[in-house]
C-alpha cells in the first residue's frame, strides 16, 4: 500500500514512493471505514464510466474514482467535493493507460503484451488504431482525506467484505447497457418481399458506369429496379439536388416494390428501399438479385455513376448536403467547438442542446452558476435537472473536451510514456438517461421530433427554474386569436402562451398532395400502434 497524496497536493505526501505497510495495518485502516462500504445489489446503478459532474472518465489523466458506498462517479477535479458533503472516505480508483505499441523490425506493432489487462466496462478510444495501441486498466483503493492507495487486486490483506464489494463494483454492467450504440441503432428489418422476389427474364443488364435515368437525364441520385432493371432518378430534394421522382412512379405504375441505389453497392453490401413497405431494408439475396442483372457485388465500389476517387462526387440527399460531402472541412477546436457522439437515435437531442446552449441567457444560468449548483446539488447528482443541465453546458462551452491532437517533439517520450489521448467531443448519455425518464417516447430508441424535445425540456426548465431566473423567457411570447361569427360578426380574442413560431403551409401549396395525406393516415396508425414514422420528403 502506498501514500500518494501528492496527486492532490496533500502536505507530507510522499508520492510513488510511499511507505509500505502490512497485511495488518492495511485491515486496521479500513476497520473504522467498514460500514460504509456496500457490495452493489442488483438494483444499484455503479457509474464506473462518466463523472456525475463532468465527462471525465478512467481514460481521462486523472483517472476517476468510485464511492464505495453510492457507486456514483467523480473526476478527480470534484471527489473532494462529495468526500467534504457525505463524509465518504473510500473510493475505487479507476485509470486505463494508453501506450502505443513497440515497432517490429519490419516496422508493425508487436504482438506481444496485446490489452493484457482489461477489466473495465469501456470503449476503446474511436480516435486511436486498435491495432497500433494496447490499453491496460488500472485499479486501487483510495482513502480519503490522507489519500492512502491499496492496489487492486489484494485478496491477500483485504478483508472478505471489501474484496467482494470490489469485485463486484468491477464486474457490474454500465447503467447505460440498454443505451449502448450497439442497441440504439437503427437496425434495418428485412424486406418481407427479398426471398420471393420476382425478377423478370427481360435480357437487361446494367453497366459498372455511365448510369442515365431512363426517363430524364439525370445522371445521379439513380435506383435500380430489383424486378425489372429500370434504372430511374429518386426523389427531388430541398436544395434542388436529386432526382426528379421516376423511380417512385415506376413503383406506383408497376408494383415492382423494390430498387437498390446504384452508387452505392459494394462488397459488403447496398443502400436497398421497399417502396412498398416505405422504408430502407436489407435483401439477404442482394448479391444474386444483383446477378440477375449483371452485376458482380464483389467487384463494385461504393462511388456515384462510376465516378473515380479523383473525381467530384454529387450530393444527391439532404445528409449529405448537411454533413457537406465531398467539401475540405477544417477540424475545429477550442471552447464552443465541441460536439456531442450520436448515441445512435439522438440527433433531435443533440441539435436541440447544442441551440440551446448557443444562447446567453442559458450559459448564464446554468455554466454561470457552475460554482453555486454543482455545491448544492443533491447527494445524487445525477437525478438532478440543474445539474446535468450544468454539467452539458460546461462541456460543451469550456473547450475542455475539444482540444487538437498533441504531436510529440520527441519520438522516445511517445515510446516510453502513456499516450494521453485527447477527448473530442462528449456523450450525453447520463443527460438522455435523466431527462427522458418516464417520457415513453424520449426514453425508447426510436427517431424523435426535435421540437417535441425542445417544448418538453422548456418544461423541464420552467420547473426546475433557479430562484427567479427562468431562460426559457427567451422563447416565451403570446399568441393572440381572433374569432368572428359569421352570422353576428361578433368577435372573440382570446390570448395564449407560446414558445414556437409555427409556419403552416397550405396543403393546394404541396405538389406531393396525395403523399401527404397518405403519410398523415400512416402517421396516425403508427402513433396507434407506437411504431416509428418513415420518412418524408415535401416538395
Not at 470534484?78 to 468526500?83: D, I, Q, T
Not at 458533503?85 to 504482438?111: C, D, F, I, N, W
Not at 427567479?468 to 423567457?473: A, R, V, Y
Not at 359569421?486 to 390570448?495: A, D, I, W
Request: hydrophobic share 35%; aromatic share 10%.
Amino acid at each position: 500500500m502506498q501514500r500518494r497524496g501528492a496527486l492532490f497536493g496533500v502536505p507530507g505526501a510522499s508520492g510513488s514512493g510511499g511507505r509500505k505497510m502490512a497485511a495488518g495495518d492495511i485491515g486496521e485502516l479500513l476497520v473504522p471505514h467498514m460500514p460504509t462500504i456496500r457490495v452493489p445489489r442488483s438494483g444499484d446503478r455503479v457509474y464506473k464510466n462518466e463523472c456525475a459532474f463532468s465527462y471525465d472518465s478512467p481514460n481521462s489523466e486523472g483517472g476517476l474514482y468510485v464511492c464505495m458506498n453510492t457507486f456514483l462517479a467523480f473526476g478527480r477535479e470534484h471527489v473532494e467535493r462529495h468526500f467534504r458533503k457525505t463524509g465518504q472516505s473510500v473510493y475505487m480508483h479507476l485509470k486505463r493507460h494508453v501506450r502505443e505499441k513497440v515497432k517490429g523490425a519490419s516496422g508493425g506493432a508487436l504482438p506481444k503484451r496485446r490489452n493484457s489487462k482489461i477489466f473495465l466496462d469501456l470503449d476503446t478510444d474511436d480516435d486511436l488504431n486498435s491495432d497500433d495501441y494496447e490499453y491496460e486498466d488500472e485499479a486501487k483503493l483510495v482513502i480519503f482525506p490522507d489519500h492512502y492507495e491499496i492496489a487492486l487486486p489484494n485478496i491477500e490483506e483485504l478483508p472478505a467484505l471489501v474484496t467482494i464489494a470490489c469485485d463486484a463494483v468491477l464486474s457490474s454492467k454500465s447503467p447505460y447497457r440498454k443505451q449502448d450504440p450497439d442497441t440504439w441503432e437503427n437496425e434495418l428489418p428485412v424486406s418481407k418481399y427479398a426471398n420471393n422476389l420476382t425478377q423478370l427474364d427481360n435480357g437487361v443488364r446494367i453497366p459498372p458506369s455511365g448510369w442515365k435515368c431512363a426517363r430524364c437525364d439525370l445522371r445521379e441520385n439513380l435506383w435500380l429496379n430489383l424486378t425489372d432493371g429500370s434504372v430511374l432518378c429518386g426523389k427531388w430534394f430541398f436544395d434542388s439536388s436529386g432526382g426528379n421522382g421516376h423511380a417512385l412512379e415506376h413503383y406506383r405504375d408497376m408494383g415492382y416494390p423494390l430498387a437498390v441505389k446504384l452508387g452505392t453497392i459494394t462488397p459488403d453490401g447496398a443502400d436497398v428501399y421497399s417502396f412498398q413497405e416505405e422504408e430502407p431494408v436489407l435483401d439477404p439475396h442482394l448479391a444474386k438479385h444483383l446477378a440477375h442483372f449483371g452485376i458482380d457485388m464483389l467487384h463494385m465500389h461504393g462511388t456515384e455513376n462510376g465516378l473515380r476517387d479523383n473525381d467530384i462526387k454529387p450530393r444527391v440527399s439532404e445528409w449529405e448536403v448537411i454533413q457537406e460531402t465531398g467539401t475540405k472541412l477544417k477540424p475545429m477546436y477550442g471552447p464552443g467547438y465541441t460536439g456531442l457522439k450520436n448515441l445512435g437515435n439522438s440527433c433531435y437531442l443533440s441539435s436541440v442542446m447544442q441551440a440551446i446552449f448557443s444562447i446567453p441567457e442559458f450559459q448564464r444560468a446554468y455554466v454561470g452558476n457552475l460554482p453555486r449548483i454543482f455545491d448544492y446539488s443533491p447527494l445524487d447528482p445525477t437525478q438532478d435537472f440543474n445539474t446535468q443541465m450544468t454539467k452539458l453546458g460546461h462541456g460543451l462551452l469550456s473547450g475542455q473536451y475539444s482540444k487538437p491532437p498533441v504531436k510529440s517533439e520527441l519520438i522516445e517520450q511517445v515510446m516510453k510514456e502513456d499516450h494521453k489521448p485527447q477527448q473530442n467531443g462528449i456523450s450525453p448519455r447520463m443527460f438522455k438517461a435523466f431527462v427522458s425518464k418516464s417520457h415513453p417516447e424520449f426514453s425508447s430508441n426510436r427517431q424523435q421530433d426535435a421540437q417535441e424535445f425542445f417544448l418538453h425540456l422548456v418544461n423541464l426548465v420552467e420547473r426546475n427554474r433557479i430562484g427567479s431566473e427562468n431562460p426559457s423567457d427567451v422563447f416565451r411570447f403570446l399568441v393572440e386569436e381572433r374569432i368572428q361569427c359569421c352570422q353576428s360578426r361578433k368577435v372573440r380574442y382570446t390570448e395564449r402562451v407560446d414558445y414556437l413560431m409555427q409556419l403552416p403551409v397550405a396543403m393546394e401549396a404541396a405538389t406531393n398532395k396525395d403523399e401527404l395525406i397518405a403519410y398523415e393516415l400512416t402517421r396516425r396508425e403508427a402513433e396507434a400502434n407506437r411504431r416509428p414514422l418513415p420518412e418524408l420528403e415535401i416538395y
